[in-house]
């Protein structure tokens, strides 16, 4: 029955993605030497590429946008195929990311074959759609509702939309199947056969889309933090298991027991305590400079809060904080409270996420979970109102359908990560009979899944090699508590 699903899986897929798939001319590849200078000063001698694809791949002439990389060229003799970095966010900068914390692996990947930094439409040095200066802002004065904000959020997002489309860079155009489309003129572009691919949160998300738009050009996917094809909003199961975490980690710790002995309960405390007493604290206005004084609810505190989830170097100081704000200080909210009630626009982040939309069975599941966790569904603010408002951009059921391969996969997954959980790992994996799962035991998102432990690197170099590695358990350093001064 199981092999009768992945037939069907594999033949819709053929079906809905053929038109992707039919011949092109390979686009002309611009390589010029480069010395690339990482943020601690140090040099590699590398090559800046540039190739052109077509903003909207749906229409046969428009705009063409330059997609820019820079390529480590391999030192082994006989280097595998290429090693693609896809970046997360969406929105972030594959080379941007090779400058910082990750350079090593950077560097030490060129063992393999070369290691390209990609900046994928719309992001870094490649071109995208035009910088809008609008926003969506809600009352300063006045506690936040989902129900009050949501008509703010939609017009304000339409708007947007509006301005991108009379600028002739319409957001249908920034979709993770164009996204992928690049990927694959990238490599007819460079002339290999098959590109392998080393990804981390949108970054794998946009590497299930090359898999399943591209399989056959393909030959191993590393995804840290996967993002599967239906995992684009969040669980609020997911959140609570991350504060579950917490309380249990300080309860396990003698010291910490005594300090924080019920977190749970503080943080159900507090957000009782702001819905029914809002609070205000003043922000810095980051481009004026001007002080503001911002009124915070329950929401707004919770959509805090799920910011503070993302990884134990995020959270070591939020039971501190919430201690604080129990006692009635709320100074740690001075830097957040701004940005609860007011966002910005950007077109490529914007429209990717949009296009990946949600079932409607995951939908209901938020809306069920939202009811029974301390932070509903702040986690995914203000995400849904705008999707709702622009339902037409959703690449449809058939994109978020699971793909079964047998492609080689290794995921990454943190125990600890508050914005791809493992069990997202674990969903994808099913239809991956090849896939492995390199599970770190007390890592968060970002850095920690590719840094937390030399082991990791050990086991992308054998991956990448196309040796053979088994499922495994790192465990890693133990957060960092952040404690009370002593009086």
């Avoid at 997002?157 to 600028?167: G, L, M, P, V």
Wanted: glycine share 8%; proline share 6%.
């Amino acid at each position: 029955m199981k092999q009768l699903i992945y037939l069907l899986c594999s033949l819709t897929i053929l079906c809905t993605c053929g038109r992707a798939l039919h011949a092109q001319t390979a686009p002309e590849l611009k390589l010029t030497p480069h010395t690339f200078v990482a943020k601690d000063g140090r040099e590699t001698e590398t090559e800046m590429g540039e190739f052109l694809v077509p903003e909207n791949r749906d229409t046969s002439d428009g705009r063409q946008l330059t997609l820019r990389f820079v390529r480590f060229k391999s030192t082994n003799p006989n280097p595998g195929s290429p090693i693609v970095y896809l970046a997360g966010g969406p929105g972030g900068s594959g080379i941007n990311a090779a400058k910082y914390k990750r350079h090593d692996l950077f560097l030490a990947l060129r063992a393999v074959a070369d290691v390209i930094a990609f900046d994928q439409r719309g992001t870094g040095l490649s071109d995208g759609p035009p910088k809008y200066l609008g926003i969506w802002a809600f009352d300063l004065a006045t506690p936040m509702t989902h129900a009050a904000a949501r008509p703010i959020i939609q017009q304000a997002t339409r708007e947007a939309a509006a301005f991108f489309t009379e600028k002739g860079s319409g957001l249908e155009a920034y979709n993770s199947n164009a996204n992928a489309d690049d990927l694959n003129d990238l490599r007819r572009a460079l002339g290999a056969e098959k590109l392998s691919l080393w990804s981390i949160s949108y970054g794998s998300h946009l590497a299930l889309t090359t898999l399943k738009r591209h399989e056959k050009h393909l030959d191993r996917i590393v995804m840290a933090g996967v993002e599967g094809y239906d995992h684009t909003v969040k669980l609020p199961a997911d959140q609570q298991a991350i504060l579950v975490a917490i309380d249990g980690l300080l309860k396990a710790d003698p010291t910490t027991a005594t300090v924080f002995p019920d977190f749970l309960g503080d943080v159900a405390k507090l957000l009782d305590q702001v819905e029914k007493k809002p609070v205000t604290v003043t922000s810095r206005n980051p481009i004026t400079g001007y002080t503001l004084e911002v009124v915070m609810g329950k929401l707004e505190l919770q959509i805090m809060m799920s910011w503070f989830l993302a990884a134990p170097q995020a959270f070591r100081d939020f039971p501190l904080t919430v201690r604080q704000m129990l006692a009635g200080d709320f100074s740690a909210a001075t830097k957040y409270a701004l940005r609860t009630k007011s966002g910005q626009f950007r077109g490529m982040p914007l429209g990717m996420d949009l296009a990946s939309g949600i079932s409607a069975h995951r939908r209901k599941l938020i809306e069920i979970q939202a009811k029974g966790t301390l932070l509903g569904d702040a986690i995914n603010f203000p995400y849904l109102h705008q999707y709702d408002a622009l339902r037409e951009l959703d690449a449809g059921p058939e994109f978020r359908a699971p793909y079964p391969s047998e492609l080689p996969v290794l995921c990454i997954s943190g125990t600890l990560d508050g914005r791809t959980a493992r069990a997202n790992a674990e969903e994808t994996l099913k239809y991956l009979p090849n896939g492995r799962h390199l599970v770190l035991e007390g890592a968060g998102h970002s850095d920690p899944l590719f840094l937390s432990s030399p082991r990791i690197l050990e086991v992308m170099k054998a991956f990448f090699s196309g040796e053979t590695v088994e499922n495994e358990r790192v465990v890693v350093a133990a957060v960092d508590w952040v404690l009370p001064e002593e009086e």
